[in-house]
């Protein structure tokens, strides 16, 4: 069995994939650009690309039609989205958005179940 973002190791272990997927995964902000972007997402041509392929062609994306108001309203929020991004050469790491040192706290956790919305 597969899981997104996670490859199987020889011995039955898991490990983060090298190439993040740019649509499904969660790889810049909080939740996936096809949830996001959904009209963008409809129309794409390049639905299971990585991250590295997009950053390649500079983000371009390869759609199936001319865009709408609503469709060109999306595309420029992206293209914001993306102007910021970094690529490097490093591992992909975790961080826990709760806490100003990016670790997993129960505490942190526990008031965001008590007080939604309030960190």
Not at 2 to 28: C, H, I, T, Y
Not at 65 to 74: D, K
Not at 103 to 113: C, D, T
């Amino acid at each position: 069995m597969l899981r997104s973002g996670m490859k199987e190791k020889p011995n039955g272990q898991w490990e983060m994939a090298p190439e993040r997927d740019f649509g499904n995964d969660v790889w810049v902000d909080s939740c996936p650009l096809k949830i996001r972007f959904p009209k963008l997402y409809r129309i794409n041509r390049q639905l299971n690309w990585s991250v590295a392929e997009m950053f390649e062609v500079d983000w371009e994306l390869d759609l199936r039609r001319n865009l709408g108001p609503e469709e060109l309203a999306e595309l420029s929020e992206m293209q914001e989205v993306l102007e910021v991004v970094q690529i490097t050469e490093d591992d992909d790491k975790l961080v826990w958005a709760l806490e100003p040192s990016g670790k997993f706290s129960s505490k942190s956790l526990y008031r965001l179940m008590v007080n939604p919305g309030e960190v």
